[in-house]
């Protein structure tokens, strides 16, 4: 079992629609827990943190479910510009750093 | 103030060759990422390091590959004799602290293809 792992997406979606994006994780002692995008050949960059009372930004809403290990992230009202591919990541503190990202799931909104 | 600085954003080597990347982390940022992402997968983290120590070197091959972060200077990621299957873009990332209780920022990244 792969220690993070994502929706295998792609994700076809028209304008406007809301989608969700789950991710599961195998340790359960990992912290932190985060979402990134990362558009075609760029770099990765932080859309939100992910706390277990949850968190919302804008129509970007993530949540934490620490019993059952799982993350997700919902975004509403879709727009052409969210099409990215969205990566889960966890934070694993023992044994030295590690930093886990997941495989990434692929959105594309079309008009 | 300038963000994560890569180069060369693009770098190809012929097979046995060596590939030096460069990674010049965010101003006031002492702790610095290396991921590889190989085409249609995910960031596989390499290694982490502080000025001048080596954190956590778990996710670098064995052999061929090395690192390092000098007191003076970008962080480096070495890989010798250059093999087919180290194409891939190389991210660095870093933070002001310790990731996970901080954001990483990331560069744009070097592309590297070998012939």
């Known amino acids: 079992r792969k220690e993070v792992e994502q929706d295998p997406g792609p994700f076809n979606v028209p304008e406007g629609a809301t989608v969700a994006f789950n991710c599961t994780y195998s340790?359960?002692?990992?912290?932190?827990f985060f979402w990134y995008r990362q558009d075609c050949r760029k770099e990765p960059k932080l859309l939100m943190s992910?706390?277990?009372s949850g968190n919302e930004d804008g129509r970007f809403t993530a949540q934490l479910n620490r019993a059952s290990q799982y993350i997700s992230l919902l975004i509403r009202d879709s727009k052409l510009s969210d099409s990215a591919t969205y990566l889960c990541?966890?934070?694993?503190?023992?044994?030295?750093?590690?930093?886990?990202f997941g495989a990434g799931t692929r959105l594309f909104v079309k008009a | 103030n300038a963000g994560v600085m890569q180069n060369p954003r693009h770098l190809v080597r012929r097979r046995g060759q060596e590939a030096r990347l460069r990674c010049s982390p965010m101003?006031?940022?002492?702790?610095v990422y290396w991921y590889r992402q190989l085409p249609e997968e995910g960031l596989k983290f390499m290694v982490y390091?502080?000025?001048?120590?080596?954190?956590?070197e778990s996710g670098m091959p064995k052999e061929r590959f090395s690192a390092e972060f000098p007191k003076e200077g970008p962080s480096i990621l070495r890989i010798q004799q250059v093999v087919r299957g180290d194409s891939a873009a190389y991210f660095c990332?870093?933070?002001?602290?310790?990731?996970?209780?901080?954001?990483?920022?990331f560069g744009p990244g070097t592309r590297l293809t070998v012939l």
């Open positions: 990332a870093s933070s002001g602290g310790l990731a996970g209780d901080n954001e990483q920022f």
């Open positions: 340790n359960s002692a990992s912290q932190s």
């Open positions: 992910v706390y277990s």
């Open positions: 990541v966890v934070n694993n503190p023992t044994g030295g750093f590690k930093t886990i």
């Open positions: 101003k006031g940022h002492s702790h």
């Open positions: 390091l502080q000025k001048e120590n080596i954190i956590d």
